[in-house]
């Protein structure tokens, strides 16, 4: 069992729960906010640890929230999960500090590299204090 929250960021109502579902079977701690707002409450209140981010959530970008999460935390480890982006977006995410960039799953079976991703992602972050000291 992670103590550190897995949070879920996705506008598509179905794959969020498809992939909270996915990782509450395996273990994690899994939060789903509904709102941009809540998903910078669980990073403030200092429990998530790993965000799995659509392309678009809550009316935004996932490139104009990566950098506002990054903000509150740099050490978060963000997945982005989408299927098709321009190179150009996932350029731009990878700059902002994205952790790795996952294909959403489409069909059963389709979650093995979401499940690693999350898996190494986890892991790195055992090493790293819950919140950076700024200089």
């Known amino acids: 069992m992670y103590l550190a929250e897995l949070l879920i960021a996705d506008e598509d109502i179905t794959s969020r729960k498809c992939m909270a579902d996915l990782f509450i079977n395996a273990g994690y701690q899994v939060?789903?906010?509904?709102t941009a707002a809540g998903v910078l409450y669980g990073i403030l209140k200092k429990t998530a640890r790993v965000i799995l981010?659509?392309?678009?959530?809550?009316?935004?970008?996932?490139?104009?929230l990566i950098p506002i999460i990054k903000k509150c935390n740099r050490n978060l480890n963000i997945i982005l999960v989408a299927s098709e982006l321009p190179l150009a977006l996932i350029?731009?995410?990878?700059?902002?500090?994205i952790f790795y960039h996952a294909l959403k799953p489409m069909r059963p079976g389709d979650e093995r590299e979401l499940q690693e991703a999350v898996k190494c992602a986890?892991?790195?972050?055992?090493y790293?204090?819950?919140v950076e000291v700024l200089q």
């Not at 981010?53 to 104009?64: G, I, K, P």
């Not at 350029?91 to 500090?97: D, M, Q, T």
């Open 122 to 126: 986890f892991e790195r972050v055992m």
């Open 31 to 34: 939060t789903v906010p509904d």
């Open 91 to 97: 350029r731009k995410a990878r700059s902002e500090g």
């Open 53 to 64: 981010l659509s392309t678009r959530f809550d009316e935004m970008m996932a490139t104009e």
């Open 128 to 130: 790293k204090p819950a």
